[in-house]
């Protein structure tokens, strides 16, 4: 079986350092070091109100990555130009509203069907590979493909909310999978992704067919845990 990739957001490590309006804790440090331990891509999503990942973030971690960068962008016009210059490899099309703490669901596709349907074009003859944030039904599947996407991410918050809370998701779960299945037949290259974890990616890892995840907020605050220990020792050390 081959290895689902692992895409890794790091948008949240440049809240913490926008926070304190620092140049730290450095995305492109997080980038370079997710790249080291394995990571298959880097996702950053430039925000309309530059809340996390700023233009000149882009520029650098574009500039310095050997994997494939994944920019999430809103279908505006300023993001088009800003992704047909900075040309990455990867383009996520996400829905976004400014009042929003996070991206709460998937795109709607009944809106701007044409000048998404251009964005696609323009940004696949740049030569990134696109693909559409949506929900996990055979409708926005049926309409990704027709807009000429190369791949869909499906939106993973309902069943991560249904794990975390420890409710039945098997409907969810099932739905999930049928939209998978439709998906691959249809040509489309299937990814997951918002509100994962440990328990929520083992068991969509479950469903074959999707071929990449994307994770972020989870995966950074865990990282805090992970290395906590460590930072503690080395200033103890230097206290001494
Ligand atoms: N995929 C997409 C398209 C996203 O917009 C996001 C962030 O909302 C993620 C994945 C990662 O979600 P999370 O930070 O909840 O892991």
Do not use: W
Not at 36 to 61: N, P, Q, Y
Not at 146 to 175: M, P, Q, R, W
């Amino acid at each position: 079986m081959s290895q689902i990739r692992l895409g890794v957001n790091i948008d949240h490590v440049a809240t913490v350092r926008n926070a304190r309006g620092e140049n730290y804790p450095s995305p492109l440090r997080a980038a370079i070091t997710a790249q080291k331990f394995g990571a298959h891509s880097i996702t950053i999503h430039l925000r309309e109100d530059r809340r996390h990942i700023i233009d000149s973030d882009l520029r650098i971690i574009k500039s310095k990555l050997k994997i494939p960068l994944n920019l999430e962008i809103a279908a505006t016009k300023e993001m088009l130009k800003i992704a047909l210059k900075n040309k990455p490899s990867f383009i996520c099309i996400v829905p976004e509203k400014r009042k929003e703490i996070t991206t709460e669901g998937g795109l709607n596709l009944n809106h701007n069907r044409n000048f998404l349907k251009k964005l696609i074009n323009k940004l696949k003859k740049n030569k990134s590979r696109v693909s559409l944030f949506i929900e996990p039904n055979i409708k926005d599947i049926e309409i990704s493909k027709s807009l000429n996407a190369d791949c869909v991410e499906l939106h993973t918050g309902k069943i991560c909310n249904l794990i975390n809370k420890k409710k039945n998701y098997t409907k969810e779960f099932e739905k999930i999978k049928k939209a998978v299945v439709f998906g691959n037949n249809l040509g489309l290259e299937i990814h997951a992704g918002h509100g994962l974890n440990f328990r929520s990616a083992k068991i969509l890892s479950k469903i074959k067919g999707i071929k990449e995840f994307n994770i972020g907020h989870f995966l950074i605050g865990e990282s805090i845990f992970i290395s906590l220990g460590s930072a503690i020792k080395k200033f103890k050390k230097i206290l001494k």
